[in-house]
Every structure is written in C-alpha cells, then in structure tokens.
C-alpha cells in the first residue's frame, strides 16, 4: 500500500507560478514511476507529465511543455511539479499517481495509487 499526499495548490494569477509537493509512504519510492495528471470540471482526468524511477526521463503533455517541470527527491519520498507561467486553461484538480510498472505510462488506468488532488485556480 502507498499512500500519496498532494500539497501546494492554490489561486494564483495568470502568469504566476506553483509548485505542487506529493510526499509518498508505504513503500520503496524508488520503485515507482511517478506522474502528475488534473481534471478540470466536466473534463475528464488527462495527464499532465511523468517522471521515472531515477529521475532520469520526464515526459510531459504538450499543453504544458516548457512551462511545467516535475523533479522528484527520493531520499525525502517526494515528487514535485514546477508549473511556470500559469493560465487560466491550467485550472484543475492536480493529483499525483504511482505506477509500478517498467514502462512508463500516460493514461490513468495504468497507475496503481493515488492521491487526494490538490486545487490549483489560475485567475485571469
């Protein structure tokens, strides 16, 4: 079992940036590949970008390519997404999920645990 904390959400203003924390526990960090996805209401889940075990390989939704950045810290068991210039459409409920399998993946049905989500409101 792993449990998955969201923090760092907020309201900010178009152009602004965040910062989302999600702090894991239960098992070994390192052994998942750790993506970050949103629904916005009405919509459903999409993804956002993800990051593997290492950290070595991140991938991203072009939607968010070149403004957002996922890093994670295995020694604090802890992934991050640095969203940068932030606009309206960003608007969302953001989780963060764990996914246990070698290859990595962008659709949700393939991650194994999630967490609560985290509201992140872009004013215009």
């Known amino acids: 079992q792993v449990v998955l904390v969201e923090s760092g959400g907020g309201l900010v203003q178009a152009g602004d940036s965040l910062r989302l924390s999600c702090a894991a526990s239960?098992?070994?960090?390192?052994?998942?590949?750790m993506g970050w996805f949103r629904q916005a209401p009405g919509k459903e889940r999409e993804f956002v970008g993800v990051?593997?075990?290492?950290?070595?390989?991140?991938y991203y939704a072009d939607s968010v390519k070149g403004r957002f950045t996922i890093s994670r810290d295995n020694a604090k068991n802890t992934v991050y997404l640095q969203m940068n210039s932030l606009k309206p459409e960003d608007t969302a409920v953001y989780y963060c999920?764990?996914?246990?399998?070698?290859?990595?993946?962008?659709?949700?049905?393939?991650?194994?645990?999630w967490g609560q989500g985290t509201q992140v409101t872009v004013s215009s």
């Open positions: 990051i593997s075990r290492s950290g070595g390989s991140t």
């Open positions: 239960g098992r070994t960090f390192s052994s998942f590949n």
């Open positions: 999920a764990a996914d246990l399998s070698t290859a990595i993946y962008t659709t949700p049905p393939r991650y194994d645990y």
